[in-house]
């Protein structure tokens, strides 16, 4: 992906991401595949919008989700060489352009990458590519040798006769194969025929990642680009009321000085230029709402909110009764910061408006929802806006933003200087610039019977909400449950009879947004160190004592007994040390982890050793 | 008009004085290998080497580099040991942070060429990865360790 670098615009077209093409599985073709295609006439051909293959033999397998470390550079060419019975060598990939061919399976109109789905979304969508592509390639060698197609079998890049002497590559293949009619209705493998999935197969993206050839967007390097740094109000909803900036513009290098949504931009020839510029901005803000936001207050007030009901996320029986009964009664508050992703490549949006269209390179998560705001801005078609997919220095669900603001800067601020725009947020924008995970208070009660075990158990959780007023509010937010805030702790495995998960939306005001796990980043922590206030004060054993409640969950117990056989629970490895247990399932995978920890005089906490273990099986 | 040695190659760069080297190497010289993380020499992703030792390119002006000899991924090409042992042991996954990862372990071999684990963990304490990596840039650094040419200079 090193193309971008010096290239000029003409070259940049001739060589980028849309060359070539074909055909998709009942799909029209991709409009820019399709004028790519049309424009050079040699480009290698077949089966789908997902894969090519070259006269040269080379595979390139074209990737619709975003690499962010995560592998799907890997994990989803996997997917395709398994059905296509491929030769792994022969593995390119390829980012996609935006198009609806390429949106996201289960995510209803978008690209898109989130939510631990790359594999599980695509898994169905890329065997069935791989299959058709090599059902065709059979047909077009079973047509060269006029023999049935049954007589010939796809294997490691060639198809070969049954009689064991003919045997023609893909790539020779390819060109006949794409005259022929996509197969629609394609069987693929059981999973013991599994050749591909299953192994371990090293990274495609390693080798450019130890020369310093992987592309990030912050390496994009565009003919007449210019560099942008934006001041953004010290606080969150903050204003320019006004800005002097007679100051930086006469900072050597500084070209211009743009007032956009969300600040003012100072554009520059070069990054320390225009930073230089940006501490010689004189601006009066109006700090808005939030001036006087203090988490202090903010805590009080969340912890207030915890003591009245909420809404209801999820009921089994009959809290207040069953906490009535019991024998002991535990109560907990659990409060959880802010958090920001600080992926190690700050954010960074490249984009340069034209007249007639726009180009963006940028590490994204939504690459729709990112192409269409920069349509909105400029008053482009949406097919005038070529996004390129860049590598990604972490995600961490930062790059999936709603608004689309670190795009929006660069769209906004190369249409006002009419010329390429590479934004580059520092560390500091990074971190002081909002989109956090929430904050959280969690309150829960529960009551023990005789026996210690828990009878009732009530958990109360109050945070923002991430998707209320965003895009995503329509399929994650229900009754005023925002199930991103509730996931993990409202579908709690425990066998709790009497239960009640409940929900406060606390006021918006602070950026948030999905982080990592994002509800199971606090409610896992929670729902697991609660258990085991229980467990203390039932005087169990906090693994036995889990392992009475999760009957019915054969993988939870799994992972469970696993961990505590390897980790040799009871004796600790280290001497003087502590052992501490937790179980949990998110995302469809099933995880626990023994820790060792020891603590000193000081109260200083040591971490020695962790044992991990994860079912993450196909299901 | 600064001269900087960088990979070997001469480069004369209009650019101030003051400016970190980081920034220079990047858009001066257009090579993208080192990379911007923190701007305050704490995170280690833009490492590069100056007369063979490892330190942050953001942390030393262009003109402090000016006569000494500047190494950046680019300048250790493709088949260095370190290099292999990364791709041996699949070590990076967003990637970001790995130019600096392997200057800075390059520098270390060149220095202790069998380094402890408590050697490892001291020498790369400065080069955060968000992603985790530690345990494979481990056991690559040992599999380069103690491989012909695995020294400061590419």
């Known amino acids: ?619 | 008009m600064i001269s900087l040695n960088i990979n070997n190659k001469n480069y004369q760069v209009e650019v101030e004085a003051d400016v970190p080297l980081l920034w220079v190497i990047r858009e001066h010289v257009q090579l993208t290998g080192t990379k911007f993380g923190c701007g305050i020499g704490e995170c280690g992703a833009c490492t590069v080497q100056i007369d063979g030792e490892a330190m942050p390119s953001c942390q030393i002006t262009a003109k402090e580099a000016e006569g000494r000899k500047i190494t950046t991924i680019e300048g250790l090409g493709e088949g260095h040991p370190v290099q292999l042992a990364w791709i041996e042991e699949d070590v990076p996954q967003c990637g970001y942070c790995q130019s600096g990862q392997i200057l800075q372990a390059v520098s270390l071999l060149a220095a202790n060429p069998r380094p402890t684990d408590a050697d490892i963990d001291a020498a790369m304490n400065g080069n955060t990865c968000r992603c985790g990596t530690y345990p494979r840039i481990r056991r690559a650094i040992h599999r380069a360790a103690g491989k012909p040419g695995q020294g400061g200079k590419p």
Not at chain 1, 18 to 42: D, F, R
Not at chain 1, 527 to 546: M, V
Not at chain 1, 588 to 615: L, M, P, Y
């Open chain 1, 1 to 619: 992906m090193s193309w971008i670098i010096n290239l000029s615009r003409r070259e940049f077209c001739k060589s980028g991401a849309l060359l070539g093409g074909g055909l998709v599985l009942g799909i029209h073709l991709p409009a820019g595949l399709a004028a790519a295609q049309e424009a050079k006439t040699a480009a290698p051909i077949i089966p789908n919008a997902f894969i090519r293959i070259a006269p040269d033999d080379t595979v390139t397998i074209i990737i619709n989700k975003s690499e962010m470390g995560q592998g799907v550079y890997t994990s989803l060419p996997m997917l395709v060489a398994e059905e296509l019975e491929a030769d792994w060598q022969k593995i390119r990939i390829e980012p996609a352009p935006v198009d609806p061919v390429y949106n996201h399976t289960q995510w209803g109109g978008i690209m898109g990458t989130g939510g631990s789905t790359s594999v599980r979304s695509s898994w169905e969508q890329l065997s069935k590519a791989g299959a058709a592509a090599r059902i065709m390639l059979e047909q077009a060698a079973a047509a060269v040798w006029n023999v049935d197609a049954q007589s010939c079998r796809a294997e490691n890049g060639f198809v070969v006769h049954s009689d064991g002497k003919r045997r023609l590559s893909f790539g020779a293949l390819a060109e006949k194969a794409a005259q022929l009619a996509v197969p629609q209705d394609v069987a693929v493998k059981q999973a013991k025929d599994f050749k591909v999935l299953g192994t371990v197969k090293k990274r495609l993206d390693t080798p450019e990642k130890t020369n310093g050839k992987a592309l990030f967007a912050l390496d994009v390097m565009v003919p007449g680009m210019l560099t942008a740094v934006v001041a953004r109000p010290p606080v969150f909803g903050g204003t320019v009321v006004s800005v002097d900036d007679t100051a930086a513009r006469k900072v050597a290098g500084v070209k211009d000085v743009v007032r956009i949504d969300r600040g003012v931009a100072v554009v520059a020839d070069h990054f320390p230029a225009a930073e230089r510029g940006r501490q010689a901005l004189n601006i009066v803000w109006d700090e808005g709402a939030l001036a006087g936001l203090d988490s202090s207050i903010q805590l009080q007030q969340y912890r207030e909110t915890a003591a009245t009901p909420g809404a209801v996320a999820a009921q089994r029986g009959d809290f207040t009764a069953g906490l009535a009964r019991a024998a002991q009664k535990i109560e907990a508050e659990y409060h959880l910061p802010y958090l920001a992703h600080a992926p190690m490549e700050p954010l960074n949006c490249v984009a340069d408006v034209r007249p007639d269209g726009c180009e963006i390179w940028v590490g994204t998560q939504l690459q729709t929802t990112d192409r269409n705001a920069a349509a909105a801005i400029t008053g482009l078609p949406p097919e005038k806006v070529i996004l390129h997919t860049t590598y990604l220095g972490g995600g961490f669900g930062r790059r999936a933003v709603g608004d689309s603001h670190f795009v929006s800067e660069a769209v906004q601020i190369s249409k006002a200087v009419q010329a390429p725009v590479k934004v580059i947020w520092t560390r500091e924008d990074d971190i002081r610039g909002g989109y956090y995970r929430p904050a959280a208070l969690h309150a829960l009660v529960a009551g023990l019977g005789a026996d210690g075990m828990p009878v009732a158990m009530r958990h109360r959780i109050v945070s923002q909400s991430i998707v209320k007023g965003t895009p995503f509010e329509g399929g994650l937010m229900k009754n005023g449950i925002d199930d991103t805030a509730v996931e993990g702790a409202s579908d709690s495995p425990y066998a709790v009879a009497d239960f009640l998960a409940e929900y406060h939306m606390a006021p918006a005001g602070v950026p948030v947004l999905w982080w990592r796990s994002v509800g199971h980043s606090h409610t896992a922590f929670v729902k697991e160190s609660f258990i085991d206030e229980l467990a203390h004060a039932a005087r169990q054993d906090p693994y036995e004592y889990r392992r009475k409640l999760l009957a019915g969950h054969p993988r939870l117990l799994a992972v469970l007994d696993r961990a505590a056989r390897k980790a040799s629970w009871g004796k600790a490895s280290v001497p003087g040390a502590f052992q501490g247990i937790a179980v949990h399932e998110s995302f469809g995978s099933f995880i626990a982890q023994v820790a060792e920890v020891s603590v000193d005089k000081k109260g200083g906490v040591k971490v020695h050793r962790v044992v991990c273990t994860i079912w993450a099986n196909h299901l």
